[in-house]
């Protein structure tokens, strides 16, 4: 039982990983050059040592790369991105802790725009 608990115990540690409690709401589907609104489930905490940062970028693109990008402001709630001006399969997505890491996916968001 105790070896049990122990695995349980290592698993849930290693499946928590080093992803924050950040998670986001966002359309799935949108106009070119039109605004959305990405709203945040909890206020995001983004400091001068620690950014959090945001772009819409094709969905077949590495996570090394970025679209049209934004910072987000410190305990911001929701903020508002302009569409490509190109239709197609898009993911929206939000990087944590610039800059020590310049690109550090924590949530992404699937976004089709017509």
Not at 22 to 30: C, D, E, I, K, L
Not at 72 to 87: R, W, Y
Request: with cysteine; hydrophobic share 40%.
């Amino acid at each position: 039982m105790k070896k049990l608990l122990f695995i349980v115990g290592v698993f849930f540690m290693f499946s928590c990983g080093d992803k924050p409690d950040v998670m986001f709401t966002a359309p799935s589907s949108a106009e070119v050059n039109k605004e959305i609104i990405v709203k945040f489930t909890n206020p995001i905490s983004s400091t001068e040592k620690s950014k959090y940062w945001i772009t819409i970028i094709e969905k077949s693109k590495e996570d090394k790369d970025w679209g049209k990008w934004q910072y987000v402001k410190d305990n911001a709630e929701s903020i508002k991105l302009i569409c490509p001006s190109q239709a197609g399969e898009y993911e929206i997505r939000l990087h944590d802790m610039y800059p020590s890491k310049s690109f550090h996916v924590v949530e992404r968001a699937s976004l089709t725009l017509k």
